[in-house]
């Protein structure tokens, strides 16, 4: 088992930034991938960001390149999603995962946070 704790959401204005965290505790060498995703009130949970744990490679959603930024602190166990020019449409709950592969599925995961809100107000 993988356990993800999420920290950092709150309430922000337009354009401006927040930084979330993610610690995983417990077998995490199961978990070559981390990633974050969102879900907004009525709508399905969609890919954010994620990180290959063993090399540093990171990938992302269209609709967040050049805002977002991921990384990792390996001796921490902990991934972190640096928001910037934050958008109300970013408004949603974001969630931690991991999984064995880099892929931008939910069902591709296989351990999940319990998430963390984030509301950008306009």
């Known amino acids: 088992q993988v356990q993800l704790v999420e920290s950092g959401g709150g309430l922000v204005e337009t354009g401006g930034s927040l930084r979330l965290s993610c610690t995983a505790s417990?077998?995490?060498?199961?978990?070559?991938?981390i990633a974050w995703f969102r879900q907004a009130p009525g709508k399905e949970r969609e890919f954010v960001a994620g990180i290959i744990w063993s090399i540093g490679q990171p990938y992302y959603a269209d609709s967040v390149k050049g805002r977002f930024t991921i990384s990792r602190d390996n001796a921490k166990n902990t991934v972190f999603l640096q928001m910037s020019s934050l958008k109300p449409e970013d408004t949603a709950v974001y969630y931690c995962?991991?999984?064995?592969?880099?892929?931008?599925?939910?069902?591709?995961?296989?351990?999940w946070g319990k998430g963390t809100l984030v509301t950008v107000s306009s």
């Open positions: 995962a991991a999984g064995p592969y880099a892929t931008v599925a939910t069902a591709g995961m296989n351990y």
């Open positions: 417990g077998r995490t060498f199961s978990a070559n991938t």
